[in-house]
């Protein structure tokens, strides 16, 4: 995903998106405030459908950024029967892994999480 660095703070990260905003946590080379970078995000909780993941009736791809949260909105595009699953948020994807009953793919869904990873792309 394309990101450009707002603020940071060691290596948390503020990023400001296409879809919204969020804070990050940042792995690799320190990034440079105002710059641009694709970055490959990960979220490394294991989430529950129907708690973590949830149903939703707009079909958008939006980031919000709380205060200790992100919220990521967008379209279940697949899901392993190990639990390993993929987001679908504009031209990007977001793998993720869960429990649980899984929705149906292409549905419209709200994954909250209180950290996300991102790794630069060379």
């Known amino acids: 995903m394309r990101v450009r660095v707002v603020s940071k ?20 080379k ?22 973590d993941i949830l149903k939703v009736q707009k079909d ?25 699953s993929v987001l679908r948020i504009g031209n990007y994807i977001i793998p993720f892994n869960a429990q649980g009953k899984a929705f149906d793919i292409g549905s419209a869904i709200e994954i909250c999480v209180d950290s996300i990873v991102a790794y630069p792309i060379p």
């Open 60 to 84: 958008a791809s939006t980031i919000m950024c709380n205060k200790d949260t992100v919220n990521i909105c967008g379209t279940l595009e697949s899901v392993d029967s190990d639990g390993y």
């Open 30 to 51: 320190e990034p440079q405030i105002d710059s641009h970078y694709d970055v490959e995000l990960d979220l490394y909780s294991v989430l529950s459908w129907g708690h």
């Open 9 to 28: 703070i060691n290596n948390l990260v503020h990023c400001s998106t296409l879809f919204g905003d969020l804070n990050v946590i940042w792995e690799g």
